[in-house]
Nanobody, 121 residues
Framework: QVQLVESGGGLVQPGGSLRLSCAAS????????MGWYRQAPGKERELVAA???????NYADSVKGRFTISRDNAKNTVYLQMNSLKPEDTAVYYC???????????????WGQGTQVTVSS
């Protein structure tokens, strides 16, 4: 069984920074892609950023130039550095992992429980 645990959310003022972390556990050999999604109240969940095992990245237009995704394959951990935060970045941020090879077999995907990010003065 694969578990994703996020950390690093919180309350920050506009213009501030936060760093989210997500660690995957569960006898994992490798993970293909990892990413961050977010869901604001009354809105659909949307992709924020994603990164492949080889390091290729993809960002939502709304966060380009402000957010940076990175990963540590040895630790099965993905990070999201968020700078110049805006009130519209307020949402629950979810970690996602796709294409997970484990000791028990292949897992298509897994989600974390979410961490709240609030940008407000």
């Amino acid at each position: 069984q694969v578990q994703l645990v996020e950390s690093g959310g919180g309350l920050v003022q506009p213009g501030g920074s936060l760093r989210l972390s997500c660690a995957a556990s569960g006898s994992i050999f490798s993970i293909n892609a990892m990413g961050w999604y977010r869901q604001a109240p009354g809105k659909e969940r949307e992709l924020v950023a994603a990164i492949t095992r080889g390091g290729s990245t993809n960002y939502a237009d709304s966060v380009k130039g402000r957010f940076t995704i990175s990963r540590d394959n040895a630790k099965n951990t993905v990070y999201l550095q968020m700078n110049s935060l805006k009130p519209e970045d307020t949402a629950v941020y979810y970690c996602n992992a796709d294409g997970i090879l484990t000791a028990s077999g292949f897992v298509i995907g897994s989600w974390g429980q979410g961490t709240q990010v609030t940008v407000s003065s």
